[in-house]
């Protein structure tokens, strides 16, 4: 006969990995997280075609291969808004981070944007939170960081959960396109991944986005 107490511990250790995923998942729903403003132009199925507001962004470039440019910039660009500014100012960590393995024009750059810069390497950039102006954001102690004003800009987005593998991102890319063909939406350059969240956020409970810029 089981003791009483022998199912209790059972039954801890079973529940641990959900109390896990609920501590987790808290933030993605007891706040928001800041993001760029944007307005909904037009939806269809999964699709978004969205307005972008102008906002601020601290970007690096950083050489080398797209899968290694986020970790050898995300230190750089955090140190910035977690303080390393003239300023010593701190600012709450927006969303998303993107990546793409394509030029980018600087007028068409999503929140977050990873791209290859002019004359190889990366582009990477953090959006800073709404509000924040060219003229009140402090200047960069680090010398590889730079603020730049995005001007407004047009995307068509996909939203989906899952892994970040490619080909999780190659079948959504698919039926991204596939939609927008179907609609008569035409679209430039190259598409960006969007990440919502952290590494250890559950696949399940991911966010993620594929953008493709409006002609």
């Given at each position: 006969?089981?003791h009483?107490?022998?199912?209790?511990?059972?039954?801890?250790?079973?529940l641990?990995?959900?109390?896990?995923?609920g501590?987790?998942?808290?933030?993605?729903?007891?706040?928001?997280?800041?993001?760029?403003?944007?307005?909904?132009?037009?939806?269809?199925?999964?699709?978004?075609?969205?307005?972008?507001?102008?906002?601020?962004?601290?970007?690096?470039?950083?050489?080398?291969?797209?899968?290694?440019?986020?970790?050898?910039?995300?230190?750089?660009?955090?140190?910035?808004?977690?303080?390393?500014?003239?300023?010593?100012?701190?600012?709450?960590?927006?969303?998303?981070?993107?990546?793409?393995?394509?030029?980018?024009?600087?007028?068409?750059?999503?929140p977050?944007?990873?791209?290859?810069a002019?004359?190889?390497?990366q582009?990477?950039?953090?959006?800073?939170?709404?509000?924040?102006?060219?003229?009140?954001?402090?200047?960069?102690?680090?010398?590889?960081?730079?603020?730049?004003?995005?001007?407004?800009?047009q995307?068509?987005?996909?939203r989906?959960?899952?892994?970040?593998?490619?080909?999780?991102?190659?079948?959504?890319?698919?039926?991204?396109?596939?939609?927008?063909?179907?609609?008569g939406?035409?679209?430039?350059?190259?598409?960006?991944?969007?990440?919502?969240?952290?590494?250890?956020?559950?696949?399940?409970?991911?966010?993620?986005?594929?953008?493709?810029?409006?002609?």
């Amino acid at each position: 006969m089981t003791h009483p107490l022998q199912n209790q511990t059972l039954l801890a250790i079973l529940l641990r990995p959900l109390l896990w995923i609920g501590l987790i998942a808290m933030p993605l729903t007891s706040h928001a997280i800041d993001e760029p403003a944007y307005d909904v132009l037009r939806a269809f199925g999964n699709v978004e075609l969205r307005q972008y507001a102008p906002y601020v962004v601290a970007e690096v470039v950083t050489d080398g291969a797209a899968e290694d440019a986020g970790n050898a910039a995300f230190p750089i660009l955090a140190g910035y808004i977690f303080g390393k500014n003239k300023a010593k100012k701190t600012f709450d960590m927006t969303a998303p981070v993107t990546q793409t393995a394509a030029p980018v024009k600087m007028a068409m750059t999503a929140p977050v944007t990873q791209a290859t810069a002019p004359g190889g390497g990366q582009l990477i950039q953090f959006v800073l939170p709404r509000g924040v102006t060219l003229e009140t954001a402090p200047e960069p102690l680090d010398p590889r960081v730079q603020l730049r004003l995005v001007p407004a800009s047009q995307w068509a987005a996909l939203r989906y959960s899952g892994t970040w593998s490619q080909a999780n991102y190659d079948e959504h890319l698919a039926l991204l396109r596939a939609a927008l063909m179907t609609e008569g939406v035409v679209t430039q350059g190259e598409p960006v991944l969007a990440r919502y969240n952290a590494p250890f956020t559950p696949w399940f409970l991911r966010r993620n986005e594929i953008w493709l810029a409006l002609r």
